[in-house]
């Protein structure tokens, strides 16, 4: 029969639990496996954010300023997944439920704080863990594998994605276009890239690249593998690095993560590893000045996976390869295996100073402005 104490005790709790509608986690000595079970149940209740990825656990994160991390520089604004620290989850913990412990002294029951030991084993069940898993990142409408159409924000329990828009934010897309609603997509395609002069022509091969890029980039975690794009002119100011943009633009709605080709291997398959685990949609090597050969990069490129050690960490972890990898630079040269992996388009606007020919519009300006429709052309196509 309960005391008098233990019963003004369980009304004190039903008077908490009724006031947030968390639940009560009592901390004892001794009973590691409970805790642990209760605190991911706890994360579950809360809708904490919190997912497994390359047996990891990881949140997503929105930057709010620019930043530059191990070489990758960022925009504000942009959407990436984060592994969650211990310090992180204890608390996530303490958010997602109300921690108690019965405190000798006083003869009573006292809040306290998610034990770390509880966290740390937390983190340390891989292949335990029931949180969801998150294959990706999406700033917009795509394309889930089977061809059905992903436009709804949030978690997407078909796809594994996480969709980082807003409702309402696009336009409606017909999932069922037809032939001549995708020529008519084709051609405000074409139209995107008027004011970029491709060797060849508007209609040529080298036009027809930069579309596919745009496709490729709206709609990547649908295909297992695809190859990267490169950008090339035959001189300074031809409107490389606008043309990437653009392509970054439509998928993102912001510049595309940027990063230069580094001269040590090893480094730069960490950095490739990094971009990966961050799920960026879209990147950008930009003003590469040697011939491209890298064995990291051809993996990406033909894996539907990669894994590899995580800089700083002495840890493996294997995350899907959907990103879309664009290349800028004058006179770009791919050798060894990367010769079949590259789709390479090249501007040529033919005069003797190409940054000072005058344009029409502001390609950046443009796309932010028509953002939705070409979205909606982008995924009509495929």
Same mark, same amino acid.
């Given at each position: 029969?309960?005391t008098?104490?233990k019963?003004?005790?369980l009304?004190?709790?039903?008077?908490?639990?009724?006031?947030?509608?968390?639940?009560?986690?009592?901390?004892?000595?001794?009973?590691?496996?409970?805790?642990?079970?209760?605190a991911e149940?706890a994360?579950h209740?809360?809708?904490?954010?919190?997912?497994?990825?390359g047996?990891?656990l990881?949140?997503?994160?929105?930057?709010?300023?620019?930043?530059?991390?191990h070489?990758?520089?960022?925009?504000a604004?942009?959407?990436m997944?984060q592994?969650?620290?211990?310090d992180?989850?204890?608390?996530a913990?303490?958010?997602?439920?109300v921690?108690?412990?019965?405190?000798?002294?006083?003869?009573a029951?006292r809040?306290v704080d998610?034990?770390?030991?509880?966290?740390?084993?937390?983190?340390s069940?891989?292949?335990?863990?029931?949180f969801?898993?998150?294959?990706?990142?999406?700033?917009?409408?795509?394309?889930?594998?089977?061809?059905t159409l992903?436009?709804r924000?949030?978690?997407?329990?078909?796809?594994g994605?996480y969709?980082?828009f807003?409702?309402g934010?696009?336009?409606t897309?017909?999932?069922?276009?037809?032939?001549?609603?995708?020529?008519? $997509?084709?051609? %405000? +395609?074409?139209?995107?890239?008027?004011?970029?002069v491709?060797?060849?022509g *508007? #209609?040529s091969?080298? !036009?027809?690249?930069?579309?596919a890029?745009?496709?490729t980039a709206?709609?990547?975690h649908?295909?297992?593998?695809?190859?990267?794009?490169?950008i090339?002119?035959?001189?300074?100011?031809?409107?490389?690095?606008?043309?990437?943009?653009a392509?970054?633009?439509v998928?993102?709605?912001?510049?595309?993560?940027?990063?230069?080709?580094?001269?040590?291997?090893?480094?730069?398959?960490?950095?490739?590893?990094?971009?990966?685990?961050?799920?960026?949609?879209?990147?950008l090597?930009?003003?590469?000045?040697?011939?491209?050969d890298?064995?990291?990069?051809?993996?990406?490129?033909?894996?539907?996976?990669y894994?590899?050690?995580?800089?700083?960490?002495n840890q493996?972890?294997t995350?899907?390869?959907? $990103?879309?990898? %664009? +290349?800028t630079g004058n006179?770009?040269e791919?050798v060894?295996?990367?010769? *079949? #992996?590259?789709?390479l !388009?090249v501007?040529?606007?033919?005069?003797?100073?190409p940054?000072?020919?005058?344009?029409k519009?502001?390609?950046?300006?443009y796309?932010?402005?028509?953002?939705g429709k070409?979205?909606?052309?982008?995924?009509t196509?495929?």
């Amino acid at each position: 029969m309960a005391t008098d104490s233990k019963i003004v005790e369980l009304q004190q709790r039903f008077d908490r639990e009724a006031a947030d509608n968390r639940r009560t986690i009592e901390v004892c000595n001794g009973e590691l496996p409970r805790l642990v079970n209760q605190a991911e149940a706890a994360l579950h209740e809360a809708h904490a954010g919190i997912y497994q990825r390359g047996g990891m656990l990881v949140r997503i994160v929105r930057l709010d300023a620019n930043t530059v991390t191990h070489g990758v520089r960022r925009e504000a604004g942009s959407v990436m997944i984060q592994p969650v620290t211990r310090d992180y989850l204890v608390l996530a913990l303490a958010r997602a439920a109300v921690w108690e412990k019965f405190d000798g002294r006083s003869r009573a029951v006292r809040p306290v704080d998610p034990p770390p030991n509880v966290a740390g084993a937390l983190l340390s069940c891989v292949g335990e863990w029931t949180f969801a898993p998150l294959r990706g990142l999406t700033a917009a409408p795509t394309l889930r594998t089977d061809g059905t159409l992903l436009d709804r924000p949030g978690y997407d329990v078909a796809s594994g994605l996480y969709a980082a828009f807003l409702a309402g934010e696009f336009p409606t897309i017909n999932p069922a276009p037809t032939r001549d609603e995708a020529l008519e $997509a084709l051609d %405000l +395609l074409d139209e995107l890239f008027s004011e970029c002069v491709f060797a060849g022509g *508007s #209609r040529s091969a080298y !036009s027809s690249v930069a579309v596919a890029a745009t496709v490729t980039a709206a709609v990547r975690h649908a295909l297992p593998t695809a190859p990267a794009f490169g950008i090339s002119a035959h001189k300074q100011g031809s409107g490389k690095t606008t043309a990437a943009r653009a392509i970054a633009h439509v998928t993102t709605g912001r510049d595309p993560p940027v990063l230069s080709l580094s001269d040590d291997e090893a480094e730069f398959r960490k950095c490739l590893l990094g971009i990966l685990m961050a799920g960026d949609a879209c990147v950008l090597i930009d003003n590469v000045s040697k011939p491209v050969d890298s064995a990291a990069l051809c993996a990406v490129l033909t894996s539907a996976e990669y894994g590899d050690r995580i800089l700083g960490v002495n840890q493996k972890t294997t995350v899907p390869t959907a $990103a879309t990898w %664009l +290349l800028t630079g004058n006179h770009l040269e791919f050798v060894g295996d990367l010769t *079949s #992996r590259v789709l390479l !388009s090249v501007l040529d606007p033919e005069v003797e100073h190409p940054e000072a020919r005058p344009f029409k519009r502001d390609l950046a300006a443009y796309v932010a402005e028509n953002r939705g429709k070409l979205l909606a052309a982008v995924l009509t196509v495929p």
